[in-house]
């Protein structure tokens, strides 16, 4: 959400996602970036917005911005810094020697927004590249403007990259969000969008609109037939088990111990969730 808008950090508490990006960056107009610094890191320290995990959206690497903003960031000690713009391994290590050099605590990691081509053909040196970094964040916008791709339904034109981003996310063990949804309009194109992220392996989805919040939640959150499923899952395997079997159908299909593992995280997920609530 824009770092400069008062009303929009405070509706920002009452909102049930399940992290915030407070934002310095493109939201931000050039003669409002001094202001928002200061309403934005005072927000992020302020323990005011419960459980929700409250990031910082820095301006890139290079802009005028950038290095007071990390100074500023790293002093508010937030969940996260999101970096825009983050395109070689080179640009990591200096974003976590300036935290570093500017006090943040441990627990302020890295969030390296993926946005430009050379990032994607570089996900899986610039995700494993530090420990600090614990998120990629895809910047659909930006790359699609890079690629002179269009906006289209289905984003076939971005399907190489999102999955390359995938790819790199789990390569190195890191988490990955989906690009925002531009048109804050259309619930319905949206939520399609965003079961197509978790289709990809996302977890979970950029939002701009306190109104796709809901719809985001429930296509990320297991349906109650998938929790189903993933115990009749579990209790067919561990009874095939007990028989000497390893490997079981059921429905018709085949179980083995690696679909017995993707069930544990459909409850896990579940379980996760119903803590939050
Ligand atoms: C997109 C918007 C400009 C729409 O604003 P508006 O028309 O004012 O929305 P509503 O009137 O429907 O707002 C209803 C209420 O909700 C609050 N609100 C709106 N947006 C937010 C928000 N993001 N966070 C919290 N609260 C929000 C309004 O204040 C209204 O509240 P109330 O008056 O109490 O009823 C606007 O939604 C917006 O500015 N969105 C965020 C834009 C943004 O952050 N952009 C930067 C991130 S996206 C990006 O950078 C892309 C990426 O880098 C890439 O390359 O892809
Ligand atoms: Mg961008």
Redo the contacts with the bound molecule.
């Keep these: ?2 770092g400069a ?1 008062e ?2 950090l405070e ?2 508490k009452t ?1 049930p996602a399940d992290a915030l990006i407070l ?1 310095l ?3 931000v107009a050039p003669d409002a970036k001094a202001a928002a610094r200061e309403r934005v890191c005072a927000a992020a320290s302020s323990g005011d917005y419960g459980r929700r995990e409250v990031t910082i959206r820095v301006n890139g690497i290079g802009t005028p911005w950038h290095d007071d903003d990390l100074r500023a960031a790293a002093a508010a000690g937030p969940a996260a810094v999101v970096v ?1 713009k983050v395109n070689s391994v080179a640009d990591v290590h200096a974003l976590e020697a300036a935290l570093e050099a500017g006090g943040a605590p441990d627990h302020t990691t890295i969030w390296a ?1 993926l ?1 430009t081509p050379v990032a994607i053909l570089r996900a899986h040196e610039i995700c494993a590249a530090s420990q600090r970094l614990s998120v990629l964040v895809m ?4 790359l699609a403007k890079e690629l002179r791709a269009e906006h289209v339904p289905g984003r076939a034109p971005l399907l190489t990259a999102l999955s390359t981003a995938v790819l790199a996310a789990r390569y190195a063990g890191k988490e990955i969000l989906d ?2 949804f531009n048109d ?1 309009s259309d619930l319905e194109a949206f939520t399609v969008e965003a079961q197509q992220a978790k289709e990809f392996g996302f977890d979970g989805k950029t939002l ?3 109104g796709q919040v809901e719809p985001c939640n429930t296509t990320f959150a297991p349906t109650p037939d998938e929790i189903a499923l993933a115990q009749e899952v579990i209790a067919a395997f561990e009874a095939a088990q007990r028989e000497g079997r390893g490997v079981v159908t059921v429905n018709g299909r085949m179980i083995e111990n690696l679909h017995v593992e993707q069930a544990q995280r459909v409850l896990a997920v579940a379980e996760a969730i119903g803590a939050l609530r």
Excluded: C, L
């Excluded at 910047?139 to 930006?142: E, I, K, M, R």
């Design positions: 959400m824009p808008n009303r929009a509706k920002a909102i934002d960056e493109d939201a825009p927004m946005e910047g659909t916008n930006d690009g925002v804050v701009i609109h306190p």
